[in-house]
């Protein structure tokens, strides 16, 4: 009950976070016509040329379609990239903000969570509105859509864990963004985002299949693509690991914090 309590936001703080995820968004998107579309519309290009690319060796895996192939990686690259983005985005978030920190007291957390909050109101906006209807297409089922919320709520759980940890790494170690460039490339590679899981050799499998997006880009495909459910203890694990890394990173973070002003 007391790690909950001390993990629990108050008033202040999301009143501090919305201001910071506006002038976020403002900062990214200012001069830009379409705004937050550009979350939908990168990856939906970057799916285009990935079928292009390997679209006749891997459509065999989506019935033959390139459209289904195509939509396969788009789910990739919009789950794996809100990881990836967001938590490197937030890794350098606190040290940019020192100057605002001499002048203001603001809580530390706020300018990593505003950070991924960012990327998560870009996602709603952009990309996900288009998964629903993609999924609702094939599927004619809501409840498929009720079921999506569980990876997506793995996936923001693990993203705020991540970046709060390396946010809160890279004030102690200016090394962290080096090392976690060769992180994030190392989970790029051994999650399904342009390829279909059933490629990989069982052996191999055994091990990536420990990086949490693989459960996630999976078990969301699974519900966009196919009249199926994902394993409801694949989707268990996957909330439960990534609720153990949300609780272990704001943990983390809370002890480090006590020294960022010394070291900022």
């Given at each position: 009950?007391?790690?909950?309590?001390?993990?629990?936001?108050?008033?202040?703080?999301?009143?501090?976070?919305?201001v910071?995820?506006?002038?976020?968004?403002?900062?990214?998107?200012?001069?830009?016509?379409?705004?937050?579309?550009?979350s939908?519309?990168?990856?939906?290009?970057?799916?285009?040329?990935?079928?292009?690319?390997?679209?006749?060796?891997?459509?065999?895996?989506?019935?033959?379609?390139?459209v289904?192939y195509?939509?396969?990686?788009?789910?990739?690259?919009?789950?794996?990239?809100?990881?990836?983005?967001?938590?490197?985005?937030?890794?350098?978030?606190?040290i940019?903000?020192?100057?605002?920190?001499?002048?203001?007291?603001?809580?530390?957390?706020?300018f990593?969570?505003?950070?991924?909050?960012?990327?998560g109101?870009?996602?709603?906006?952009g990309?996900?509105?288009l998964?629903?209807?993609v999924?609702?297409?094939?599927?004619?089922s809501?409840?498929?859509?009720?079921?999506?919320?569980?990876?997506?709520l793995s996936?923001?759980?693990?993203?705020?864990?991540?970046?709060?940890?390396?946010?809160?790494s890279?004030?102690y170690?200016?090394?962290v963004?080096?090392?976690?460039?060769l992180?994030?490339?190392?989970l790029?590679?051994?999650?399904?985002?342009?390829?279909?899981?059933?490629?990989?050799?069982?052996?191999?499998?055994?091990?990536?299949?420990?990086?949490?997006?693989?459960?996630?880009?999976?078990?969301?495909?699974?519900?966009?693509?196919?009249?199926?459910?994902?394993?409801?203890?694949?989707?268990?694990?996957?909330?439960?690991?990534?609720?153990?890394?949300?609780?272990?990173?704001?943990?983390?973070?809370?002890?480090?914090?006590?020294?960022?002003?010394d070291?900022?």
């Open positions: 009950m007391a790690v909950a309590s001390r993990l629990v936001p108050d008033r202040h703080f999301i009143d501090v976070v919305n910071l995820v506006g002038r976020a968004l403002k900062t990214r998107y200012r001069g830009s016509v379409l705004g937050v579309l550009w939908a519309l990168q990856p939906l290009g970057m799916s285009v040329v990935y079928a292009a690319v390997f679209g006749h060796t891997f459509a065999p895996y989506y019935g033959g379609s390139l289904t195509c939509v396969a990686v788009y789910i990739g690259l919009t789950l794996a990239g809100f990881f990836i983005g967001g938590t490197t985005q937030a890794l350098p978030s606190i940019v903000n020192a100057g605002l920190l001499n002048k203001i007291k603001i809580p530390f957390e706020a990593p969570l505003s950070i991924l909050t960012a990327y109101f870009q996602q709603v906006v990309s996900l509105p998964i629903a209807i999924s609702l297409a094939i599927n004619h809501l409840l498929h859509l009720v079921v999506l919320l569980v990876p997506l996936l923001a759980m693990l993203s705020v864990g991540v970046g709060l940890f390396v946010s809160a890279c004030v170690f200016r090394d963004p080096y090392l976690y460039e992180a994030t490339f190392f790029w590679v051994t999650s399904p985002v342009f390829y279909p899981a059933e490629i990989v050799p069982q052996t191999i499998l055994r091990i990536i299949a420990w990086n949490p997006l693989f459960a996630i880009i999976t078990s969301a495909r699974t519900l966009v693509l196919t009249p199926s459910y994902p394993l409801a203890a694949s989707l268990g694990v996957s909330v439960a690991s990534s609720l153990l890394i949300l609780i272990a990173g704001a943990l983390a973070f809370r002890a480090m914090r006590r020294q960022f002003m070291l900022l």
